[in-house]
């Protein structure tokens, strides 16, 4: 300690040390010694979670067809050249006249889901539409937990008057409900992909900032982020390389179910009429074009194909996204356990 009064000199420490050191909470010790990161131990928990594992693949394998449905070609350059959707999904076919007016047909070899309204396959609009609401949802997430990690981290780190500011900004925000905002936004800007975008992400972040905001409140006292203080560190890196890391895991965890929810407003606004243009496949534009036939379909037969299967696949992607945030939010409150227990230490 300096002999100097009014100044602290604490020795012992190399502050230049500070820019390269690892995230001091991203290392914990198991009981047999072993030094590993936490995200390793939680992915450990996850693997063996065979519910969360399933929704996993599950996704997966709907982004992949989803992504390999039709070309894609970026500037006139094809990144993607694989079609798996053996029709374009908005190209009307030529089927049976005697076939429900020439416009429905059931679910056969040459179309496993049917046709809709406009003799279109179900099949091909089905694997297309997924490019539309799981895009939009990863865009939404991403976009809304970036925004509401930083804010919230700002307020909880700094507290005071920031603080108060933006607290009273979410407080504004909670005050109407998402889906409302969303469509006021869709009905006044109108629809299209990044209007949907827009409309679930201006106000999509407050529910992050508020969640980090809180872990953060306790993170920071903790003795890592005063030494990393002591040691000379600026706010910007102990909010990002020690603070946010050890606060981060409840958002993950809000993120992935938050994904679900993005496609379930999707699809919501979609069938209210207030989503992509008609026609588009989209799965919830789908249900809307194709309402009408819940009730009474042409000829008085009711062609069930042309619903079950857009909603089948918003009910199994949906789900399956929850198997996964179940699965991620038990393999960090297992990890929570260990260390309260003694099994591992931070």
Not at 27 to 37: D, K, Q
Not at 83 to 111: C, F, I, K, N
Not at 224 to 233: E, N, P, T
Request: charged share 15%; glycine share 12%; proline share 5%.
């Amino acid at each position: 300690m300096s002999t100097e009064r009014g100044r602290i000199r604490i020795t012992g420490f190399d502050p230049e040390r500070v820019r390269e050191r690892e995230q001091l909470s991203d290392w914990v010790e198991e009981s047999g010694g072993e030094t590993t990161s936490r995200y390793k131990r939680a992915w450990r928990r996850f693997k063996r979670n065979r519910t969360a594992m399933l929704g996993l693949v599950v996704v997966s394998i709907m982004v992949v067809l989803s992504v390999l449905a039709r070309p894609i070609t970026l500037f006139g350059v094809p990144v993607q050249p694989i079609s798996l959707a053996p029709y374009d999904p908005g190209a009307q076919l030529a089927l049976d006249p005697d076939v429900m007016a020439g416009t429905y047909e059931p679910p056969s070899w040459d179309h496993p889901m049917g046709t809709d309204n406009n003799s279109r396959d179900l099949f091909s609009r089905v694997l297309y539409g997924g490019r539309y609401s799981i895009s939009i949802g990863f865009i939404v997430v991403g976009i809304t937990m970036t925004v509401g990690v930083v804010v919230g981290s700002i307020a909880g780190y700094y507290g005071g008057w920031i603080d108060e500011i933006i607290m009273r900004l979410l407080d504004v925000i909670f005050a109407f409900p998402g889906l409302v905002l969303a469509l006021v936004l869709v009905a006044m800007l109108g629809g299209n992909y990044w209007t949907m975008v827009a409309a679930f992400s201006i106000f999509g972040w407050a529910g992050y900032a508020r969640l980090i905001r809180g872990e953060i409140l306790s993170v920071k006292e903790e003795e890592y982020v005063m030494a990393a203080k002591a040691l000379g560190a600026r706010d910007r890196r102990v909010i990002f390389r020690h603070v946010v890391p050890n606060a981060i895991s409840p958002v993950i965890v809000q993120a992935t179910l938050a994904l679900g929810t993005v496609v379930i407003g999707v699809a919501a606004l979609g069938f209210l009429g207030l989503g992509l243009s008609p026609g588009t496949a989209e799965w919830g534009t789908m249900l809307d074009d194709m309402q009408g036939t819940l009730i009474q379909g042409p000829g008085g037969r009711i062609p069930w194909w042309a619903t079950i299967f857009p909603g089948a696949a918003i009910f199994i992607f949906v789900m399956s996204i929850n198997m996964i945030g179940d699965g991620i939010n038990d393999a960090f409150d297992a990890q929570a356990g260990d260390v309260q227990t003694g099994q591992g230490g931070g």
